[in-house]
């Protein structure tokens, strides 16, 4: 088992944000035979009232599955990418409601959050991703 770099993280974490709830399970299993930790939970609402909710669900979702555990290092780690990855979507829905998922792989130090969104404008959608990453010490 090769151990991957940051960029083969963040692939993960995209394939994990973009990847239908069929494919999750797949994908998880799959990364786990190289020893990669990955979640995905689907987030929605307003963008700016929904940025705290939505690095909270990162912060459950990546504890519940062990991909982090419960200590500030790593805490700050999620939230600090997530709000990365937040921050490069934010132009495009900003005030507007959108619908998507998180999406979070980590193996070693190199940890990645990958939010894919849909905004909702009128009967149009627009698409937007957004990517952060961190470098944490495997505790």
């Known amino acids: 088992m090769k151990e991957k770099n940051s960029v083969d993280i963040a692939k993960a974490s995209v394939k994990m944000a973009i990847s ?10 799959e990364f786990k035979k190289d020893n990669v930790l990955a979640v995905a939970v689907d987030i929605g609402g307003n963008l700016n009232t929904s940025i705290l909710k939505i690095i909270e669900r990162a912060l ?5 599955t062990g991909i982090i555990k419960d200590c500030h290092i790593h805490e700050g780690a999620i939230a600090g990418a997530t709000r990365e990855a937040i921050m490069q979507v934010s ?9 998507g998922k998180i ?17 909702g404008v009128l009967h149009l959608n627009e698409v937007v991703i957004g ?9």
Do not use: P, T
């Open 20 to 29: 239908s709830r069929a494919e999750e399970e797949r994908l998880i299993e």
């Open 60 to 64: 459950v979702a990546s504890k519940r």
């Open 91 to 99: 132009d495009k829905a900003n005030g507007l409601n959108v619908g």
């Open 103 to 119: 999406g979070v792989a980590r193996q070693g130090e190199h940890i990645s959050v990958c939010i894919f969104l849909s905004i």
């Open 131 to 139: 990517l952060g990453h961190r470098s944490i010490a495997n505790i």
